[in-house]
């Protein structure tokens, strides 16, 4: 490669290192590691400082081995910061999970827009399906109908919500960390378990506008051929799964 050519690549590494956006500080050990190479002498050409006596040099261009590292330390950099703001998104029935998605947490916990209390016949009436009770629960204590599409269910800080599921979310779930979601068997339908507390928002039917409702509790979410499911509050996975295969 000629040392035109080398000047083109290096202008547009550079460029692309300057064009890149990120939603936050770039991670700590690539940024120390790159300032570490850049600032460390190179010994096959960096010539230690003259006397102050001697007629000074005209400045010795900077050697390809040099302008490799810097070219090189410029992509790591790039890359980096890239990865570090890669939004992640899964989607189960009718749900979707944004991993690695920093969104500020609720101030307020709200319920879904329009949710009326019913009883079952009432909720199986209103959402076109029948809603399943799990008896390892028993009875819930309170049956809530929002958006005239979802049947939500209680036992104390147990919830479960369950939704004609579709392709387009009605649920939104925000992972701040990298950490992804527990990929699970349900019933034999594919699911995600949620270990850790995460920010939920719901998407209103027709005009789609998304109401902020909580920080969400652990929660496994799953979907057969029909219906999507969200289980919130359970503390193990294992009792989820138990609560879930007891749906009746």
Request: no cysteine.
């Amino acid at each position: 490669m000629d040392s035109d050519d080398f000047g083109d690549l290096e202008r547009e590494l550079l460029a692309l290192g300057d064009s890149i956006e990120v939603t936050g500080p770039p991670p700590a050990e690539v940024a120390s590691a790159v300032r570490a190479r850049l600032q460390a002498p190179d010994p096959a050409h960096d010539a230690p400082a003259r006397p102050a006596a001697e007629p000074e040099r005209p400045v010795r261009p900077m050697s390809k081995v040099r302008r490799w590292q810097l070219v090189a330390a410029v992509v790591v950099l790039a890359l980096a910061l890239t990865a570090a703001a890669v939004v992640w998104v899964l989607r189960s029935t009718g749900v979707e999970i944004r991993v690695n998605d920093p969104s500020p947490s609720p101030t307020v916990t709200s319920e879904i827009p329009g949710a009326r209390s019913a009883d079952l016949e009432e909720a199986a009436r209103q959402v076109g399906f029948r809603p399943k009770v799990p008896t390892e629960l028993g009875e819930p204590s309170e049956i809530l109908v929002g958006d005239g599409r979802v049947v939500s269910m209680f036992w104390g800080r147990v919830r479960l919500d369950q939704f004609a599921g579709g392709v387009s979310p009605m649920f939104v779930k925000q992972l701040g960390g990298p950490e992804w979601p527990e990929d699970v068997l349900v019933n034999g339908a594919h699911g995600w378990w949620i270990a850790e507390a995460h920010n939920l928002t719901y998407v209103t039917k027709g005009n789609g506008e998304t109401t902020p409702l909580r920080v969400a509790d652990s929660t496994l979410v799953w979907g057969d051929d029909f219906t999507g499911y969200r289980l919130e509050g359970v503390k193990t996975l294992q009792d989820a799964h138990r609560i879930a295969k007891s749906l009746r």
